[in-house]
């Protein structure tokens, strides 16, 4: 239930509303480079980066070898064009969707399904983020890094300002990280199992996400953790595998 404090918040009173209004919006790659970095991506997700040469990725987006050198100087270059580009367009998108949308709940769907349909038209962009930036320069390594902050704190501006509508209270900043990495978690962990003869369409795990989340993060007193003498078992119990002692 909405409290009165919470139906006085307006757009830029809310988390998201600030945030949206006080960052410059993102802009990914447009240009002829586009195309490049798709089937550069398409590539490197089959071959790994290391199994991927500069005369492979030529004979792969149809440049020659000196045409490639024109967009990009190395391959750890294209790895953080493709990040970069990645990362851009899925916070850009949003940032240009949000501004439109007014209720809590409609902004994490909106999250949800941004995130997930981007991710999905862009599979092998997916596999090569999912890397990290651990084989990038240390500049390229904050550039990237710095985006993905800037769309986990929107993130976080969402979640946030979902409990403040339902609750009329801020969650804790600890609370409030966690809620936000398991719902990116989810999202991020679809594409590793992901099937579309399987699962269903992309709207259909959106649907399924968001409704996870929502009950998760509205949960009322009555769900509670196991029973005392149940949980007293399940966390006295040790761990038994092949590298254990």
Known sequence: MQTKESKRLSKNESPSGKMLKNRKK????????????RKSAHL????????????????????????????FKNKEMLLYLINFN??????????????????PEAKIYALIHNHINYF??????????????LLLSDTHNRQVKRLK????KL??????????????????VKELSLKTYLLFGMMNWVFTWYSL???????EIVKETYAMFLKGMLRNETNQLP?????????????????SA
Not at 26 to 37: A, C, R, S, T, Y
Not at 46 to 68: F, P
Not at 149 to 152: R, W
């Open 26 to 37: 993102i802009k990914p790659v447009n240009d002829g480079l586009e195309e490049i970095l």
């Open 44 to 71: 490197m997700s089959k071959l790994g980066y290391h199994g991927t040469s500069m005369r492979s990725l030529a004979q792969e987006t149809g440049r020659s070898l000196a045409g490639l050198y024109h967009y």
């Open 86 to 103: 990645g990362f851009s367009a899925v916070l850009g998108n949003l940032q240009e969707l949000l501004p439109q949308i007014e209720k």
């Open 120 to 133: 999905h038209s862009h599979r092998d962009e997916m596999k090569v983020l999912m890397w990290g930036t």
């Open 149 to 152: 902050e800037d769309y986990n």
């Open 155 to 172: 993130g976080q501006a969402l979640v946030q300002e979902l409990y403040q509508a339902q609750f009329g209270r801020a969650l804790p």
């Open 197 to 203: 003869e399987k699962h269903g369409t992309p709207e």
């Open 227 to 243: 029973k005392k003498r149940d949980l007293a078992i399940i966390t006295s119990m040790g761990i038994t595998g092949m590298y």
